[in-house]
Each structure stands twice: as structure tokens, then as C-alpha cells.
């Protein structure tokens, strides 16, 4: 199985600082690459697919991005709507997560 | 909108089985598969499975192999997971996803399953 391997667990941002988090991939997925937003009591949404696509509806400030086997998702401005949990998943080879990143407040 | 409404929690005890329910709604059901998806705060997300909400076919994860079973009704846009002998390794939340090109973009809001004597 792919494993996908989340950094950092947790992270504490002040609003408005730009906040990057890393999925790095133990083999080759290409573009096979989604992040999702959770929000405390609610279930993920999709924000990026393709590694660098925005889903639907998604404010600008969230981007994706990608170094050989290293995928990043940044947040330019962190916002309070922004605080919640961060998910990656490959596409590759079946379906798989990261551990997660748990985006709190400074 | 769309739309995938699951079922409420349930209780079980251990060695049973329960069966989840998702309903869809805002899209034609047939046109996208249906994932499940287990939520646990040791082992985080992870895939059980989805199935072809037209013909019936599934694919399932090799872990949940045996555990999990997924069915559909296409005459009331819902899909089904049942889960057998049920240990407390299986309290999770599950949630039903819409599988659209490899990613999920709608998700159920998610139902917790807790195995408890």
C-alpha cells in the first residue's frame, strides 16, 4: 500500500499568517492527489484534487502544490473559518490518507 | 443540492452486526459510485470500500474484506454497509462519500458505530 506521510501533526498559526502543510508519498502517485478540510463535529470537504486544482465553491487563498513525491497545500491568509483538521489522499494505487494536521489559533 | 443523508448512530454489542444506510439526493444516483469510509481517532481515515451504484459491483479494501458488506438500492437512491462481528476495534464514525474521478466530493455527515457489552 502507498503510504502517505503528514507533517506536522499539529500546527498553531496567528490569523492572517500563511500556513503550509506536507504529504509526502512513499512511492511515484503523480497528480493523484486531494486535500480535505474538517471542521470540529463535521465531515471533510473536498478543497483540492489533482494536487493543484481547486474544488468547487473553495476560496482562492487555499492552494496545492507539488515537489517529485511532496505535495503541499498552503493557506495565504489563515482565516478563523480555516481552523479545523487537514486531510491528504492518494488516487494513485486505491484510496489512502495521511494522518492528519490539526490547524489550531495562536 | 446534493445531498447524502446517513442513517443515525447505532449501538451494538460485540459479535453482532448493524447495517448503515446512505441516501442520496440532487444528482443522478447511478451516475457515481459510493465509498465508505472509517473514522477513528487512533488510526484516522481510513477506506473500506465502494461499490457501482449501477451494476452492484464492489471493490473492497483487503482489510475490510469480511467485515464490511456494501449493497445498493437503486429504486430509493441508497446505499448500504453492513458490518459484521463487530468488535470494539470497529467504534468508529462511517461516512458515505461520492466518488467523483478518485476523490471524494460530497460526504455523508457521518455515523457513529460504537461496540460496547
Known amino acids: 500500500d502507498i503510504q502517505m506521510t503528514q507533517s506536522p501533526a499539529s500546527l498553531s498559526a496567528s490569523l492572517e499568517e500563511i500556513v503550509t502543510i506536507t504529504c509526502q508519498a512513499s512511492?511515484?502517485?503523480?497528480?493523484?492527489l486531494a486535500w480535505y478540510q474538517q471542521k470540529p463535529g463535521k465531515s471533510p470537504q473536498l478543497l483540492i484534487y489533482?494536487?493543484?486544482s481547486l474544488a468547487d465553491g473553495v476560496p482562492s487563498r487555499f492552494s496545492g502544490s507539488r515537489s517529485g513525491t511532496q505535495y503541499s497545500l498552503k493557506i495565504s491568509r489563515l482565516q478563523v473559518e480555516d481552523i479545523g483538521s487537514y486531510y491528504c489522499?492518494?488516487?494513485?494505487?486505491?484510496?489512502?490518507f495521511g494522518g492528519g494536521t490539526k490547524l489550531e489559533l495562536k | 443540492q446534493v445531498q447524502l443523508q446517513q442513517s443515525g448512530a447505532e449501538l451494538a454489542k460485540p459479535g453482532s452486526s448493524v447495517k448503515i444506510s446512505c441516501k442520496a439526493s440532487?444528482?443522478?444516483?447511478?451516475?457515481?459510485?459510493i465509498s465508505w469510509i472509517k473514522q477513528t481517532t487512533g488510526q484516522g481515515l481510513e477506506y473500506i470500500g465502494y461499490i457501482n451504484t449501477g451494476s452492484g459491483g464492489t471493490y473492497y479494501n483487503e482489510k475490510f474484506k469480511g467485515k464490511a458488506t456494501l449493497t445498493v438500492d437503486k429504486s430509493s437512491s441508497t446505499a448500504f454497509m453492513q458490518l459484521s462481528s463487530l468488535t470494539p476495534e470497529d467504534t468508529a464514525v462511517y461516512y458515505c462519500a461520492r466518488l467523483a474521478s478518485d476523490y471524494f466530493d460530497y460526504w455523508g455527515q457521518g455515523v457513529m458505530v460504537t461496540v460496547s457489552s
Open positions: 440532487g444528482y443522478t444516483f447511478t451516475s457515481y459510485d
Open positions: 489522499q492518494q488516487a494513485h494505487s486505491n484510496w489512502t
Open positions: 512511492q511515484d502517485i503523480g497528480n493523484w
Open positions: 489533482d494536487a493543484t
